[in-house]
């Protein structure tokens, strides 16, 4: 057990390290797509925590994701000295208003009551045009990196790395312990018996109602990242499809596990990227050809086949 943990941490520190260094010796264009695969990894891991832990499928993440990204630029447009912490709050009042309905279902009911919840507030934000822009989204400039009254700076696409970079393992950190604790045992229960849970005494609607807020919280953040780093808001982000991909960036790294899901994000980002240059419009065809091999010979995603094969 302590063999593995030193493992695991070493393997953190490693990586880390080499994430550190990368927008160092990186051309312009990976420099930034590595920051973004961490603002979708981070995506990714907020999800794991219903899907992976509790065990119920949300397709509403990019409802969380969209209202982080457009509570952040309307913070960064009208208040000064702008405070992204709208964002969070923003993600945070909505996933408690979806929490209080879907949490109520099982299921697929759950599924398709956030996915429901998805589109509501699509068509919201794509139509309100006074406030969000409408199809246009939002455009806004690029906030200061500072420390209130003490010191400010703008980002580079060096320190903004480095800044995404920081949230991430903070993010993780904390997710990771939340995981580990009580009420992480907790939600694991619901995940492997609900019945039995609920007879044991556990009151299952609050531990998803929580599950579900601080799922929410973590997406919102992800989403106030990804304003942050292309200055933009759009609707498109708050559309059902992103959180279907953000099910598969699960999928392909393992659920249950927190790093999965930010290593199916990084898998899914490069194949994209790759087969978009030689397959143009038709690109999408051979990553749905890996996906469905995938889920059929690697189950348990590229992390689980990753410990099966190192234990052989």
């Given at each position: 057990m302590r063999?593995?943990?030193t493992a695991y941490w070493t393997g953190f520190c490693i990586i880390l390290a080499l994430l550190i260094v990368a927008p160092l010796v990186l051309p312009e264009f990976w420099r930034r797509f590595v920051t973004e695969i961490l603002i979708w990894g981070?995506?990714?891991m907020s999800s794991d925590i219903l899907i992976g832990y509790t065990g119920i499928i949300s397709f509403g993440h990019s409802v969380f994701f969209g209202l982080g990204m457009y509570c952040a630029a309307a913070a960064l447009l009208t208040v000064k000295p702008p405070n992204l912490l709208?964002?969070?709050?923003?993600a945070a009042a909505v996933a408690t208003f979806v929490a209080l309905f879907?949490?109520?279902l099982r299921e697929i009911y759950f599924s398709?009551?956030?996915l429901v919840f998805s589109q509501i507030f699509y068509v919201v934000i794509f139509t309100w045009t006074e406030v969000t822009g409408g199809e246009n989204g939002l455009a806004f400039s690029q906030p200061l990196l500072s420390i209130p009254g003490i010191w400010s700076a703008r980002f580079t696409p060096v320190t903004l790395h480095w800044f995404v970079l920081a949230v991430v393992t903070i993010s993780f950190l904390m997710?990771?312990?939340v995981t580990q604790s009580p009420f992480g045992m907790v939600l694991q229960a619901i995940r492997e018996n609900e019945p039995r849970a609920r007879a044991i005494g556990y009151s299952i609607e609050r531990y998803?109602?929580?599950a579900v807020m601080l799922s929410g919280i973590f997406a919102g953040l992800a989403g106030v990242l990804y304003a942050i780093q292309n200055k933009f808001a759009a609707p498109d982000f708050v559309f059902f499809l992103v959180s279907g991909e953000v099910v598969i960036f699960n999928v392909m790294g393992g659920v249950g596990t927190l790093v999965g899901p930010l290593a199916g994000a990084a898998f899914f980002l490069l194949l994209r990227e790759g087969f978009s240059r030689y397959f143009t419009e038709y690109y999408l065809i051979p990553v749905g050809i890996i996906f469905t091999a995938m889920?059929?010979?690697m189950p348990q995603g590229l992390l689980g086949f990753a410990k099966r094969w190192l234990n052989q």
């Open positions: 063999r593995s943990a981070l995506l990714a709208y964002g969070l709050a923003g879907a949490t109520r398709i009551t956030t997710l990771r312990r998803k109602i929580v889920v059929i010979f």
